[in-house]
């Protein structure tokens, strides 16, 4: 795979013309462009993978999670929209996380396309070993024990026949080693040295995280907003490139 190919540019916007704009300043020079439930509930998830695919391919960041047959229903739709690759939560279960996958697989044959990649969520980054806990986790005490149950649920994803999860940068390397080679691992939290961290606590720059396993890096603000002295989106992108080579 080039350096290129790894980079997702989270397209984190409300209006689909803001989004178009980035998207055609970065799309050609990068693997994907993430469009989210903030877009995909203010313009529309068809439109919205219909426009922005004219200038790459798209990850439907739509994160189902529901009963198996309403998440199958959504997958099919996610399919035929055109993703190139799409997420559920992986605490759906197993049987949710296979039926998204099978579902996608059936409506792209019937449409002759190729199938996405279905990603697991894991546990979202915003949560900590506390707010686990208070959930019911009674085992979750701490973050060492939060990465078990991370990793057990990228198991899951696994069992469950998904092709990879979503994974903060400092959570990489354990899921690499109890998932093996061909399992793909796609992280946001991902900061160029250049940039401001923003929210984001646990952070690797590109390099890093590709080093530590990472097939993918989701890079959001840095890229869509950039310091100044690094000039545009498409500038961004290229520093980007060159620090990965
Ligand atoms: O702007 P920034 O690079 O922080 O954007 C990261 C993108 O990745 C955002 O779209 C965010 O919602 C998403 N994401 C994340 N952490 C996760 C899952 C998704 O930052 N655990």
């Not at 790459?56 to 198996?68: A, L």
């Not at 039926?99 to 996608?104: G, L, P, T, Y």
């Not at 078990?148 to 899921?175: F, N, Y």
Request: a neutral charge; charged letters at 25%; one cysteine or more.
């Amino acid at each position: 795979m080039e350096p290129k190919d790894r980079i997702i540019v989270a397209l984190d916007a409300s209006r689909l013309a803001d989004a178009v704009n980035i998207a055609k300043d970065v799309g050609p020079n990068v693997g994907a462009l993430k469009v989210g439930l903030e877009i995909l509930m203010s313009e529309g998830a068809p439109q919205v993978v219909r426009e922005i695919s004219k200038y790459g391919k798209i990850f439907f960041d739509g994160k189902f999670k529901d009963i198996p047959n309403t998440v199958a229903g959504a997958s099919k739709a996610a399919t035929r929209a055109g993703s190139w690759m799409f997420n559920v939560h992986c605490l759906g279960g197993v049987p949710m996380m296979a039926k998204a996958k099978e579902a996608s697989i059936l409506e792209a044959k019937t449409l002759g396309i190729t199938p996405p990649l279905v990603i697991g969520v894991t546990i979202l980054t915003s949560f900590d070993a506390k707010t686990i806990n208070e959930l019911g986790f009674d085992n979750v005490r701490d973050e060492l024990e939060l990465k078990h149950l991370v990793v057990r649920l990228a198991q899951l994803a696994k069992q469950a026949g998904l092709d990879g999860v979503v994974a903060s940068p400092l959570e990489i390397e354990a899921i690499r080693a109890a998932c093996g080679n061909d399992f793909l691992i796609v992280t946001p939290g991902v900061r160029p040295l250049w940039a401001a961290a923003n929210d984001q606590k646990r952070i690797m720059t590109p390099g890093e995280a590709v080093k530590a396993g990472a097939n993918y890096i989701v890079i959001g603000r840095p890229i869509t907003n950039p310091p100044k002295e690094i000039g545009t989106p498409a500038d961004a992108v290229k520093k980007i490139v060159a620090e990965l080579s």
